[in-house]
């Protein structure tokens, strides 16, 4: 099926406000593309939580502090679109980046304290780009849920607190993680790695998962953290850039496994860099 494709953000608005007029409710799913089945896992969340499914497709400059990083971003809208045949996905909202930042375009959205912490601290500039581009698109769209990948937990935190403190009337959905089956994390940027690369990826999660027995083990996060972190480097990434125990609500730092938690780690291969999380207080089912 042909996907209908809008790129005016009139015509995205007036689209979900008709659809309201009757009684709808739309769901909102943004990528970046190069979509993989961590994406199509959150439009078969949309789908079950709303009547409409909207899919944006924008490669946000804003939130890439690293120029090489955003030209090396796969775009292939075609490749893009017949992924997403198959899903019933109402409209492919795909804007240039004229119709995002217009000439003249100055405001910013920043969530404090964000870019003080894990991939935050990492990437300058990153998160402020992440929360002015979903905050456009929510007002711009008027979806009545919007889904994100746990994937990507800090950025799911963000957004779930700049929508309570703007009181942006949109509900967020979390959706779990997809990976292949050696559980590498499923990312756009893994199409970049090389083939011994592609080998040694997976131990990211492999090393989360071992430091998460180590914790419920009782051995002292502080020390696991250090030992995971030094194992990733034996196993071959040329950089962790973090690799940490945190709150799953507010993401604060923890020094003991007393309140729910996320193990969190963002580590280089070469030029790609990898993120991961796991839960941190129980082994999954
Ligand atoms: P991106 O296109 O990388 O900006 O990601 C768009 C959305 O897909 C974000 O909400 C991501 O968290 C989510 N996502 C990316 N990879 C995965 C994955 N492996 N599993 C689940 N969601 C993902």
Excluded at 66 to 94: G, I, T
Excluded at 108 to 117: H, K, L, M, N, P
Aim: glycine residues 6%.
């Amino acid at each position: 099926m042909t996907i209908k494709t809008l790129r005016n953000i009139e015509e995205i608005r007036s689209c979900v406000n008709r659809w309201r007029s009757k009684g709808a409710r739309t769901a909102l799913v943004p990528t970046m593309g190069g979509l993989h089945e961590g994406h199509l896992s959150l439009v078969r969340h949309a789908r079950g939580v709303a009547d409409h499914v909207v899919v944006s497709l924008f490669v946000n400059p804003t939130q890439f502090n690293n120029k090489a990083d955003l030209e090396k971003y796969p775009r292939n809208e075609e490749s893009d679109r017949s992924k997403l045949a198959d899903l019933d996905v109402d409209v492919l909202f795909a804007p240039d980046a004229e119709e995002m930042y217009p000439k003249g375009f100055t405001t910013e959205v920043t969530v404090a304290g964000a870019s003080d912490i894990l991939c935050g601290k990492h990437r300058p500039g990153h998160f402020d780009g992440v929360a002015t581009i979903v905050t456009k698109l929510f007002l711009q769209t008027g979806a009545d849920v919007a889904c994100f990948g746990e994937k990507d937990f800090q950025q799911l935190s963000l957004v779930r607190r700049l929508v309570q403190d703007l009181n942006i009337p949109i509900e967020i959905a979390g959706v779990p993680t997809v990976r292949e089956k050696d559980g590498l994390a499923m990312s756009s940027r893994n199409v970049r790695l090389s083939a011994t690369a592609r080998k040694t990826a997976p131990k990211l999660n492999a090393t989360l998962v071992k430091a998460r027995n180590a914790i419920l083990e009782g051995q002292k996060i502080s020390v696991v953290c250090k030992t995971a972190i030094a194992s990733l480097e034996e196993a071959g990434f040329s950089k962790v850039d973090y690799l940490e125990l945190r709150a799953e609500d507010d993401l604060d730092e923890l020094k003991t496994l007393d309140r729910p938690a996320r193990l969190l780690a963002a580590a280089w291969i070469g030029d790609v860099r990898l993120i991961d999380n796991i839960i941190a207080n129980k082994v999954p089912d």
